[in-house]
């Protein structure tokens, strides 16, 4: 480290932080959503499709099915966590991002 520089994240964290335009303390919370919602959609998938399927067998159709739906969930559970973590905004704006890309509207 070079004489009177402060020490500062390096590696992947400060990476992602540069990325996303946030401080790199951030992106731990950022993170942290990111990974309960993904928890929460896995442990969600066993008791959902249950209720399509009562034998165990989980047909291709139900498969598809729930891939279909659980993306509008996937992206409510971020916004739901994003804001009790303190992270609304940034999800916010991810979502908006997200929609426009997979929906190919020009923006900002």
């Keep these: 480290m070079a004489e009177g520089q402060a ?3 390096t ?3 400060a990476k992602l932080g540069a990325r996303w335009g946030v401080a790199p303390g951030r992106v731990f919370l950022i993170l942290l959503v990111f990974a ?3 928890t929460t959609v896995l442990l969600l998938k066993r008791p959902v499709v249950s209720c399509f ?3 165990g067998a989980q047909p ?3 498969t598809v099915l ?3 739906l659980i993306l509008p969930i996937y992206n409510i559970l971020l916004l739901v966590y994003g804001a009790l973590l303190g992270q609304f905004q940034f999800f ?3 979502e908006k991002r997200f929609f ?3 929906f190919g509207i020009k923006g900002k």
């Design 66 to 68: 729930y891939y279909i």
């Design 11 to 13: 590696g992947w964290i």
């Design 60 to 62: 291709l159709g139900i």
């Design 53 to 55: 399927v009562s034998d």
């Design 7 to 9: 020490p500062g994240p």
């Design 36 to 38: 309960c919602t993904g």
């Design 92 to 94: 916010w704006d991810f």
């Design 100 to 102: 426009r890309r997979i």
